[in-house]
């Protein structure tokens, strides 16, 4: 079965904070990627990073980062001095072997207070 | 191209009513999929489709729902006899094949009152 657990269900900063959004997934298969989209107020899902299993080097974007660590099962994403712009829900998702369909999770709403 | 496009963007209808939505996707794209959106929750997988071959359909999809891609481009997606429970927002992405990131429309948000 796959499934993707993002237990922090609101989180709130202030203006140049850093900011960890968690990401635990599940899958038994041995290939398979990592997704993380964020989802504005404006409701569209914009595609951020994609990760395959075999490449667990952590990978660095502006002011994004993504932590991707096998032995836990975790793929997090921090965003560093977070702005207002951030405020949005991230979603984590996972594609199994097949890559036919995204498995997200229940999202995580970040507000940056200005 | 513009994106992934969707059609209507708002749709309002009585129970029992048939309704449809239209998804326009990236044009190089051979895969295409459905998903459905609740508040406070991530996509769920409806269906997808390769070229014009639905090649999947989630549990969730009852047998009101029906969707086509008759000829791999444009896609159509069906609900009929619609329930209140159905009230959701409908979202569409396109894809290359393989495990390629799917790009999201802007969804379209159906109430059944």
């Known amino acids: 079965a796959q499934k993707v657990t993002q237990a922090q269900t609101e989180i709130s900063v202030v203006e140049k904070e850093d900011v960890t959004l968690d990401c635990v997934y599940e899958?038994?298969?041995?290939?398979?990627?990592l997704f993380w989209y964020k989802q504005p107020p404006s409701g569209e899902l914009v595609f951020l990073i994609r990760r395959n299993s075999f490449d667990e080097q952590n990978e660095i974007s502006g002011r994004y980062s993504w932590n991707f660590q096998k032995s836990t099962s975790s793929f997090n994403f921090t965003i560093t001095a977070s702005q207002v712009v951030d405020s949005a829900v991230y979603f984590c998702?996972?594609?199994?072997?097949?890559?036919?369909?995204?498995?997200f999770g229940t999202g995580t709403s970040l507000t940056v207070i200005p | 191209d513009t994106g992934v496009s969707q059609n209507p963007r708002h749709k309002i209808t009585k129970r029992g009513q048939n309704v449809t939505f239209r998804c326009d996707p990236i044009?190089?794209?051979?895969?295409l999929y459905w998903y459905r959106q609740t508040l406070g929750q991530g996509p769920e997988f409806l269906t997808y489709f390769q070229n014009e071959a639905q090649l999947e359909k989630s549990r969730l999809l009852s047998d009101r729902f029906s969707a086509e891609r008759p000829k791999g481009s444009f896609s159509t997606l069906e609900i009929q006899r619609t329930e209140q429970g159905d009230s959701a927002m409908y979202l569409c992405?396109?894809?290359?094949?393989?495990?390629?990131?799917?790009?999201f429309g802007p969804g379209t948000r159906l109430t059944v009152l």
């Open positions: 992405a396109s894809s290359l094949e393989g495990w390629n990131e799917q790009f």
């Open positions: 044009s190089e794209h051979n895969r």
């Open positions: 998702a996972l594609s199994g072997d097949t890559g036919n369909q995204f498995y």
């Open positions: 899958t038994r298969d041995t290939t398979y990627y």
